[in-house]
């Protein structure tokens, strides 16, 4: 088992640290004041029977998964804040009222359209392995993989955790209001505490291993032993003081000084210990790029680059684009049809080549040229057939992948008064992470989104193996649209859901897109993902069912794939400049003014 880097003094240090912040602020809470207003006495004990989704606006926006979040947006924008100043407040609350999703020991990929500019630009916020990290730390001592119960729940499968970071570099970038006033909505809430929603109240008795592990049973106890269920209030002191770190310094208060000693402490311990240290904590950075965007109709669709969902969902938009969906609906199975087989032929050549582009070649421009977009999509038959990797312009020589990704994960689409706009999808991987907390936040699980099995049996590495430094692959593919004739923003979308991320945005693309859907009767689609020969899909209408089926497409409808779309959508005439959508198979709604 390796050592902590900590010395024993230090640990111990560490351990009082990390106790203190449970119980007061380590810094003075007057800085947060800007934003700050009362909480009511007593929320909701439950909420209302009917929830509207939906919503509209002339000046700003925000859609989020939980209203809390959404609330606390709208905070930051009515006080003249940016877009990315009202992420950073929104990814405070989510990280405290949906721990199951996101939080500050996760990551996140953004796109970030500029209003004045046109330009979309794309942010890494990815989590790295740490330096110790080994690519063969998946698998046995005999050489098989691990099962993904016992990778998730060491304290290995954690890496530097990035999203702070990145929004960090974001604010700096695009932020209008002080730092330290962004964390306002969440102090409030984790210092007197927030309703727990049917959502977080059904994941706290999940079979997820991570909540039955003892920091998750321990977290979610009310005073007299039982546990927690929808209604109960759930106080945070030991995240108000977590945030209270972050607001005075930065994403330094996360990754250097006592929390980042605190969290090498926690992911040293137990079973497959992490071999994370503080120098590899300090040395995390975010990445920022120009987006990848490219057209489609007449649109420009824009997403981050590589390791992140975004170039499957242009490789398969890109196939679309040679096929006459938009001449369809949501009504004709042909439109479902053609769908799928894009997003399968995507994921087919996402799986063998795309890992991180730093340590890896990915050939990105081989996958999205145009002439090998068009035989992809002359692949697609009136039957479904087979299907496997193509060989793109510049194709490097790689193994199989053996990567497995469940959906523990978070979306968020903004737009402010000034017109800019962003998308993020921010994530702990599964469901609470690793299962392993931390100044009241859960750490990720980010390193199980590598290839468990990284050879081939002739020692051909695969593209997403582990490897110190290295980001591993995602299928987060947060999406900006930009109208191709001006460059104006178009609309906004994305959502949580593991692998099936790109299927998820793919669908919402093409409700809004092509079939001129609004937002929210887009993200209501039901969810058809497919990937090689299985078909995960809610309950369709029985005569899509049976045409789909006739054309090879059998509908795996054991149980529905649960998506978390969000969108936004600009309206160049009238009054109401945006509408907002949010999935009604979580909690998320869209608001603005």
């Not at 111990?12 to 800007?34: D, F, H, Y």
């Not at 999203?163 to 604010?171: F, P, R, V, W």
């Not at 995240?239 to 402490?265: F, K, T, V």
């Not at 421009?365 to 009136?382: S, T």
Request: proline share 8%; net charge neutral.
């Amino acid at each position: 088992m390796p050592q902590s880097p900590l010395p024993g003094a230090r640990r111990r240090i560490a351990i009082r640290l990390i106790s203190a912040l449970t119980l007061t602020a380590m810094v003075t809470a007057a800085p947060l004041t800007a934003l700050a207003r009362p909480l009511p006495a007593k929320a909701p004990a439950s909420a209302p029977a009917k929830r509207v989704q939906s919503g509209e606006a002339a000046h700003a926006m925000v859609a989020a998964a939980n209203p809390l979040a959404v609330a606390a947006g709208m905070r930051v924008l009515k006080a003249g804040g940016s877009a990315v100043d009202a992420a950073v407040a929104i990814q405070a609350v989510l990280g405290l009222v949906e721990p199951q999703s996101s939080g500050l020991g996760g990551g996140s990929f953004m796109v970030f359209y500029d209003a004045k500019t046109h330009k979309v630009t794309a942010y890494d916020g990815r989590e790295t392995a740490p330096a110790g990290a080994n690519p063969k730390q998946f698998l046995h001592p005999d050489g098989t993989p691990m099962s993904y119960a016992e990778a998730v729940m060491g304290g290995q499968s954690s890496g530097v955790p990035g999203a702070i970071a990145m929004l960090d570099m974001a604010q700096k970038d695009h932020g209008k209001l002080p730092w330290k006033a962004l964390f306002a909505p969440a102090h409030e809430l984790a210092t007197d505490g927030f309703i727990v929603s049917p959502r977080l109240a059904s994941m706290i008795v999940s079979r997820a291993p991570q909540a039955h592990g003892e920091d998750a049973m321990a977290y979610f106890r009310n005073a007299d032993g039982s546990q927690m269920k929808a209604g109960d209030r759930l106080i945070n002191k030991a995240y108000a003081g977590s945030l209270d770190l972050i607001a005075a310094n930065r994403s330094a208060g996360l990754l250097s000084g006592p929390l980042a000693e605190a969290i090498l402490q926690r992911i040293h311990t137990g079973p497959y210990p992490s071999p994370m240290t503080l120098a590899d904590m300090a040395a995390y950075k975010p990445r920022k790029t120009e987006a990848l965007c490219r057209p489609y109709r007449a649109y420009v669709i824009c997403t981050p680059q590589a390791p992140s969902g975004g170039l499957p969902l242009q490789e398969a938009m890109g196939i679309l684009a040679h096929t006459d969906i938009d001449k369809r609906s949501a009504k004709d199975e042909k439109g479902w049809y053609l769908l799928s087989q894009a997003s399968r032929l995507a994921y087919a050549d996402r799986d063998k080549y795309e890992g991180d582009p730093a340590f890896v070649p990915v050939p990105t421009e081989g996958l999205l040229a145009p002439d090998y977009l068009a035989k992809r999509a002359a692949l697609i038959g009136e039957q479904a057939q087979p299907v496997t990797y193509g060989i793109p312009a510049g194709a490097p020589k790689v193994g199989p992948d053996h990567t497995l990704e469940p959906g523990g994960t978070s979306h968020i689409v903004i737009v402010d008064a000034d017109g800019n706009a962003l998308s993020m999808t921010t994530t702990v991987e599964s469901i609470f992470g690793n299962g392993h907390m931390v100044g009241g936040f859960f750490m990720n699980n980010q390193l199980t989104d590598s290839s468990f099995a990284p050879d081939n049996a002739d020692g051909t590495p695969a593209a997403n193996a582990v490897a110190p430094g290295k980001r591993p692959r995602s299928s987060m593919a947060p999406t900006i649209v930009l109208d191709k004739a001006t460059g104006h923003f178009a609309a906004a979308t994305g959502s949580p859901g593991g692998t099936a991320i790109v299927g998820y945005v793919v669908k919402a693309l093409v409700g809004i897109l092509d079939w001129k859907m609004s937002p929210q009767d887009a993200v209501a689609l039901p969810n058809l993902v497919a990937m090689g020969n299985k078909y995960s899909a809610d309950k369709f209408p029985d005569d899509i069912t049976s045409a789909l089926a006739a054309r090879g497409e059998v509908l795996d409808s054991g149980r529905g794939e649960n998506s978390g779309l969000q969108a936004i959508v600009y309206k160049p005439k009238g009054a109401i400049r945006y509408v907002g959508g949010a999935d009604p198979r979580r909690e998320g709604i869209a608001r603005g003014f």
